[in-house]
């Protein structure tokens, strides 16, 4: 975790990695959305991905230039693969685009659907499942249940191995 401070109820968690750096955090809603907008600017989040049903409105957002992203899929379960496949491809556009440029994800308690989603993309990263998920609970304590690190324990990457014949 870095050395800022968070005016957030449930303070978010920084996961870095050597390709992307992840926001994760529970559900925002119209009431106090402007604390996470502020969160957001200072972790210079321009994607956000909503891994539950909408809680709030996407207008103030986009209008600072965060592409919000909806993504949901069932509580306490692991994503289908449309939603991986839509979560690599947004891997793939903030991939060193920028290196201080942060993804924005959360579900409605930023333990469950969020790290899972962060997992996979550590995993797509190089990283073997079961540290993917020691490295998030390092960051954020009682994320990710049994049935989804079974999941992660079953990912098959998605990237495109390259075969070459010297």
């Keep these: 975790m870095t050395g800022i401070r968070s005016a957030l109820p449930n303070p978010a968690s920084l996961v870095e990695s050597s390709t992307h750096r992840f926001l994760i955090f529970d559900a925002p809603n119209d009431d106090n959305l402007p604390l996470y907008i502020n969160e ?5 989040v321009s994607h956000l991905v909503r891994a539950c049903d909408p809680t709030y409105s996407t ?5 600072i230039g965060i592409q919000v992203h909806d993504m949901p899929f069932a509580d306490g379960g692991s ?20 290196s201080k440029e942060t993804i924005g994800i959360h579900c409605v308690a930023g333990l469950g659907r969020a790290p899972v989603l962060v997992a996979i ?4 990263g190089g990283m073997n499942p079961l540290q993917a998920v020691e490295y998030i609970r390092e960051r954020r304590r ?4 049994i049935k989804q690190i079974q999941y992660l ?8 191995s390259s075969c070459r014949i010297m």
């Design 40 to 44: 957001l600017k200072k972790y210079n």
């Design 59 to 63: 207008e103030p957002l986009q209008a």
């Design 79 to 98: 994503p289908p693969d449309a939603v991986v496949n839509n979560w690599i491809k947004i891997l793939g556009e903030s991939y060193k685009k920028d």
């Design 121 to 124: 993309a550590l995993i797509e």
């Design 142 to 145: 009682g994320s990710i249940n």
């Design 153 to 160: 324990k079953n990912y098959k990457s998605k990237k495109k």
